[in-house]
């Protein structure tokens, strides 16, 4: 079993030098923390073989042997190169990642561009990686696609290697349900079937995990068990990992002589003024000007502090080419400037600002030197710049200013949590900051540390590979409760040699699909001529069993010479008969019942009550997902609290929450069919709560299918009522 990483970028960067193409390996981020979990492959892992890195190598090579792409890297991993123009990646990235996907993840519905040429790219270039990654795919290998520039691609691979096992992680939050819908319908629907490709969906917290779920409840109608979805047959899982770094690499960086060196002598430079630090890279997300505008709150606010603090701004070069951030740039200098003009003495600067990247020892030690570091973005996926200023202190000195809106806020709450909108916020806890006791914050740095160093980047790659190892076992023992096709042929031939035949089916979700309007569902002509070459067979009664009333059923099947029972029981009609109750039942508590569900309806738009002789259902399919499932435990808990006293059982199904007469089910009836005559062969199969008694009550050596994924008391799963047909069909043969 081999892994394999797919990602926008790759771990090196391919430049031209004396007319060779040489490899410069890459810093920070991803590559920084998979290079780290690749260094312990060969120690402790599932896999083996070398690791392979799929994804663009930043140029574009018209001639792709001018580089020797079967060696290893770094002596970890081999790459493979995803050739893609200088004119696809403007489009694909400065366009729909960058000025789509991006501002939209991070809560910037202004900044979004709705560009159809872009997404074409988009598509365009993703399907490039998968054709990438298709060409080196091998058996039993592990995909594992990371962060927003390729969503499709899980998709993409399961279309044309339904095989694979594949992983997903978004590097960057996934946005509540109301601003992912600002998307066009298309964008919006093949963004979550591409991730719903893979077998396990990772983000940072809980809340990107959420909103994840609800859009995909809310945009495909699928809902989810304790983050499980199924996805046609197939599970899928989604949960949260949140991202560490390579603590002992930055830890270690911090202790070296000549960093601690350099410290001693930029401490000096500065005399005994306290360092704050602000570190990040130009991006709007970040919230820089906003922590600015804070400080010069904080200068406003606690003038004692003058020419006692100094703010380390270092803002890295970013996408220098985009006018947003040359615009952002100069915002950042002129508010430098004037800080610094209405503040500054000859003898002091407030801010000494640097536009310029740090190599991992002069970062670590301004990490280590700074007093109180500064993280507070506007949004942000997880900003592992808070965890490495942590790692990075060697004397366990120092305050981390952080965001509510950085993931990294779940898990270091021990810190001065500030809302990044609030220059309040911001000035008040600089001051806190600068304030708190050197014991204070050694607790809380050593606390830190030690999660910090258990949590590591190489937790965070192990705990994802446990768990989409461990879907893909949960996957395999849900495969192996459907009938195998020799499980199946057995059946037939048992129907087939026997003597005499009874056939229960249920109806929705067994022969019929479900159907938003419930009386438009009818059995496909395939269907019904598998039925009636059923009833043609001698000795053989052919029932179906359903919820719906008993006009419903004489609409959609009066045509078969077929046994029908409507509302679960309450009526029976065998096949050319008439409609009789097998046991006498009341209804008088349906004028107590009825007002109920039409509060219920009146709260959700989109619900109606469907009105039965002995039962009445309210369906919730065409309304909001989320509220009508809010609503509909509301309901059934109401109703269940009525149900010993009003002589009534409540049961909720897919869309919908029932109320029936109390003694009512499947099993009643189908015990009065299964007790006219001793049946050499009996078949019961259903897709519901309701036909488990069914299943719980036939004789032995009866067959029992439950239609989907679902445990059960059933002999066999089958996959979907297309399959069931199928099966169907063979009995009829």
């Known amino acids: ?106 809560y910037f519905p202004s900044y979004v561009a709705f560009d159809e040429a872009s997404w074409d790219s988009y598509v365009q270039v993703n399907d490039i990686f998968r054709q990438a990654v298709e060409s080196v795919l091998e058996p039993d290998d592990v995909v594992w696609v990371h962060d927003y520039q390729i969503m499709l691609l899980p998709e993409m691979i399961r279309a044309r290697r339904p095989d694979v096992t594949s992983g997903f992680f978004l590097h960057i939050p996934f946005p509540s349900y109301e601003i992912f819908r600002l998307l066009p319908s298309i964008w919006r629907s093949r963004l979550l079937q591409g991730l719903l490709g893979s077998d396990l969906i990772g983000f940072h917290t809980y809340d990107y995990s959420q909103h994840f779920l609800s859009s995909v409840s809310a945009i495909l109608g699928l809902e989810h068990h304790l983050g499980k979805i199924m996805v046609g047959d197939r599970l899928v899982k989604v949960d949260t990992f949140p991202m560490g770094i390579d603590y002992h690499k930055y830890a270690q960086a911090a202790r070296d002589q000549r960093t601690q060196d350099e410290k001693q002598e930029l401490r000096e430079s500065l005399g005994s003024a306290k360092i704050m630090l602000s570190i990040d890279r130009l991006d709007y997300s970040k919230g820089i000007a906003n922590r600015l505008r804070g400080y010069e709150a904080f200068l406003e606010r606690y003038p004692q502090w003058h020419e006692r603090v100094i703010l380390m701004l270092v803002v890295v070069p970013s996408r220098t080419g985009v006018g947003k951030y040359q615009e952002m740039k100069k915002q950042i200098d002129e508010l430098v400037g004037a800080i610094n003009g209405r503040f500054g003495k000859l003898s002091w600067s407030p801010i000494i600002y640097q536009y310029t990247a740090y190599p991992l020892r002069e970062l670590t030690m301004l990490y280590d030197i700074s007093d109180v570091a500064l993280v507070t973005p506007l949004r942000d996926g997880m900003n592992l710049i808070a965890k490495e200023y942590i790692a990075a202190k060697t004397d366990d000195q120092g305050v981390l200013v952080l965001s509510e809106t950085a993931g990294a806020a779940t898990e270091l709450g021990e810190t001065l949590i500030v809302n990044p909108n609030s220059l309040s916020d911001i000035a008040d806890a600089i001051h ?99 039925l009636q070459a059923l009833t043609a067979l001698p000795n053989t009664q052919v029932v179906i069993l359903s919820g719906r009333d008993k006009h419903n059923l004489e609409r959609c099947l009066d045509s078969l010479p077929v046994a029908l029972v409507a509302e679960h029981g309450v009526w029976v009609r065998e096949a050319g008969g008439q409609w009789q109750m097998i046991r006498p039942l009341l209804n008088d508590w349906k004028d107590q019942i009825r007002p109920i569900l039409e509060r219920f309806s009146s709260r959700v738009p989109g619900t109606f009550i469907e009105d039965k002789d002995f039962s009445m259902a309210w369906h919730y399919r065409r309304a909001d997902r989320n509220l009508g499932q809010q609503r ?68 032995d050596h009866a067959v029992t299918i439950r239609v989907g994924h679902d445990q059960s008391h059933a002999t066999y799963n089958i996959r979907n009522p297309r399959a069931a047909g199928v099966l169907l069909r063979n009995f009829a043969l």
């Open 632 to 699: 509909s435990r509301e309901l059934a808990e109401t109703l269940r609290g009525l149900a010993s006293n009003v002589g009534i059982q409540v049961q909720q199904g897919p869309m919908v929450v029932e109320v029936r007469s109390a003694g009512i089910s499947k099993a009643v009836s189908a015990l009065h069919f299964s007790a006219k005559q001793a049946w050499d062969f009996i078949l019961a199969m259903g897709d519901a709560e309701s036909d488990e008694d069914m299943f719980r009550t036939l004789p």
């Open 432 to 530: 806190k900051a600068l304030e708190t006791p050197s014991e204070d914050q050694r607790q809380i740095m050593t606390l830190l540390k030690n999660r910090l160093e258990r949590f590591d980047v190489n937790h965070w790659a192990e705990d994802f590979m446990n768990s989409l190892l461990q879907v893909k076992t949960e996957q395999e023992r849900m495969e192996s409760t459907f009938i195998s096709t020799e499980a199946a042929l057995q059946v037939v031939q048992q129907c087939a040699s026997a003597q005499s035949r009874l056939l229960l089916l249920d109806y929705d979700g067994t022969l019929v699909p479900f159907h938003d309007a419930p009386s438009m569902a009818c059995p496909s002509e395939e269907i019904k001529a598998s």
């Open 1 to 106: 079993m081999r892994l394999v990483i797919v990602s926008n970028r790759l771990p090196i960067s391919l430049v031209e030098q004396d007319g060779k193409i040489i490899a410069k390996e890459s810093v920070g981020g991803l590559a920084t923390g998979l290079n780290s979990y690749l260094d312990t492959l060969d120690r402790n892992s599932p896999f083996s073989g070398d690791p392979l890195w799929v994804g663009w190598p930043g140029m574009y090579l018209d001639d792709p042997s001018r580089f020797d792409f079967t060696s290893r890297i770094m002596g970890k991993f081999r790459i493979c190169p995803v050739n893609v123009t200088p004119d696809q990646i403007d489009s694909f990235y400065l366009g729909f990642c960058n000025s789509t996907l991006w501002p939209l993840f991070h």
